[in-house]
Structure formats: C-alpha cells, structure tokens
C-alpha cells in the first residue's frame, strides 16, 4: 500500500524559499509517480508540480515555472519540492500524492482524480 508524509512547511516571509519532502513507503520510486498539490483556503486542490516513474519526466504549472525544481532523492525513497521566490498567493496546504497505476513510466498528470494516495499535507504561510 502507497503512504506519503509530507514535511517541510512553515512561515516565510515573501521572496523566501521553501524545501518540502515527499516520503514514499510501500514501494520505490522508480514504480511510483509522485505529484504536488496545493489548495488555498476557499480554492480547489490545484497541480504544482509532478515526476514520472522514469525520474527524467516532470510538468510545472504555470504559475510556478521558473520558481520551482522537482527532484528525486533515491537513496531515502523522497521527492524534494524546492519553492523558491515565494509569493503571498502561494500560501495553502501542500499535498503530495502517489501513485503506480500508470503503465506509462514518462506519465505523470495534475488531475487530482488520477492519483490514488495522498498524504495529509503540509501548511505553507507566506506573510510579511
């Protein structure tokens, strides 16, 4: 069974930055895609970020690009989300999901109904 513990939020202060950790038990990264939400208050869950199983294959929403590195640390079986330049309106709770249904090991998707586990997230506050 796919678990994901998230870690790594806080407050800061805007135009910091932020690493957040994805860690995976139940299976290997190499089986497992892993993606990055985030719901603001009032707002649905929305795409950050995500890696396919293959480690080479990653999509950014667009309102991250150039902000935000997905990478993967094999050897502790976790994703690394490193937020940078951070912006007021990037303040919500921080969902990493998992999933290894996806035959396809370049697959990796923003859809929140396409992944199948989810951890309990991780709150990001950025306020001056």
């Known amino acids: 069974q796919l678990q994901v513990v998230e870690s790594g939020g806080g407050l800061v202060h805007p135009g910091e930055s932020l690493r957040l950790s994805c860690a995976l038990s139940?299976?290997?990264?190499?089986?497992?895609?892993i993606g990055w939400f985030r719901q603001a208050p009032g707002k649905e869950r929305e795409g950050v970020s995500c890696?396919?199983?293959?480690?080479?294959?990653?999509n950014y929403a667009d309102f991250v690009k150039g902000r935000l590195t997905i990478a993967r640390d094999n050897a502790k079986n976790t994703v690394i989300l490193q937020v940078d330049s951070l912006k007021p309106e990037d303040t919500g709770v921080y969902y990493c999901?998992?999933?290894?249904?996806?035959?396809?090991?370049?697959?990796?998707?923003?859809?929140?109904?396409?992944?199948?586990?989810w951890g309990r997230g991780t709150q990001v506050t950025v306020s001056s």
């Open positions: 139940g299976s290997t990264l190499s089986d497992t895609a």
């Open positions: 999901a998992a999933t290894n249904s996806w035959w396809d090991r370049t697959w990796c998707s923003s859809r929140v109904a396409d992944w199948t586990s």
């Open positions: 890696i396919a199983r293959n480690g080479a294959n990653t």
